[in-house]
């Protein structure tokens, strides 16, 4: 158990609709990131948030949007949902020391 | 550009056997560097890291991994495989400047036979 806690942990929608995706980081960690994982990207990053400040940004998409909140849980918002967005989005937490605890993902099928 | 190549896609090895993954990376400059393990409908686990120092780093799960600088390569070996160490295994990198923005390989898929 890696400590960093996603809901839900599988998600089915249709096309053109939104999703929220939740993440509460490890205890103490103040960086929440946001992955993508898909069979043919692979694992992307998107965005990362530092303490309720967006910290970098990656290959997400302009429909994807996220937020981190002063109780440091994040939510990445996805919306005008396409068949492409079916993957497994991952958030991560960070700490002193280096590397990323990830969460178990959610996985989102758009049909 | 930054990338990680991780060269096998599958690899099978007998349960007792030894085990190396391989990864190659290219960077500008030394990067951080990862290894991490995802089980089926699991998360990532971190294995090991190396920031700097001795280029022998050992992790959890008695796996270890070796950085060449000339080779620009992060080995991931493991002595004795067992059968739960099947899974999907991921190199990753990271910039000294933002250590944890990781570009990671594309995997290397583990089978463990008895």
């Known amino acids: 158990d890696s400590g960093v806690t996603q809901t839900p942990k599988h998600l089915i929608t249709a096309t053109g609709q939104r999703v929220t995706l939740r993440c509460s980081p490890r205890?103490?960690?103040?960086?929440v990131y946001w992955y993508q994982q898909s069979l043919d990207q692979g694992l992307q990053f998107l965005i990362q948030?530092?303490?309720?400040?967006?910290?970098a940004k990656g290959n997400i998409l302009e429909r994807f949007s996220a937020q981190q909140f002063p109780d440091l849980h994040s939510e990445l918002n996805l919306s005008s949902l396409e068949l492409g967005d079916s993957a497994l989005y991952f958030c991560?937490?960070?700490?002193?020391?280096?590397?990323?605890?990830f969460g178990e993902g959610s996985r989102l099928t758009v049909l | 550009a930054q990338s990680v190549t991780q060269p096998d896609i599958h690899i099978t090895v007998s349960e007792g056997a030894s085990l190396e993954l391989r990864c190659n990376y290219s960077?500008?400059?030394?990067?951080?560097l990862f290894w991490y393990v995802q089980s089926p409908g699991q998360g990532l686990q971190l294995l090991l890291k190396?920031?700097?120092?001795?280029?022998l780093v050992q992790g959890i799960k008695g796996f270890e991994a070796e950085f060449k600088r000339s080779q620009s390569s992060f080995n991931l070996r493991k002595p004795s495989v067992h059968w739960s160490d099947a899974a999907e295994y991921f190199c990753?990198?990271?910039?000294?400047?933002?250590?944890?923005?990781?570009?990671f390989g594309a995997g290397t898929r583990l089978a463990v036979h008895p």
């Open positions: 991560a937490s960070s700490g002193q020391g280096g590397g990323l605890f």
């Open positions: 205890s103490g960690d103040l960086s």
């Open positions: 948030y530092y303490n309720g400040e967006e910290r």
């Open positions: 960077y500008g400059a030394t990067p951080y």
């Open positions: 190396y920031f700097s120092g001795d280029t």
């Open positions: 990753a990198v990271a910039s000294r400047g933002g250590y944890n923005k990781l570009i």
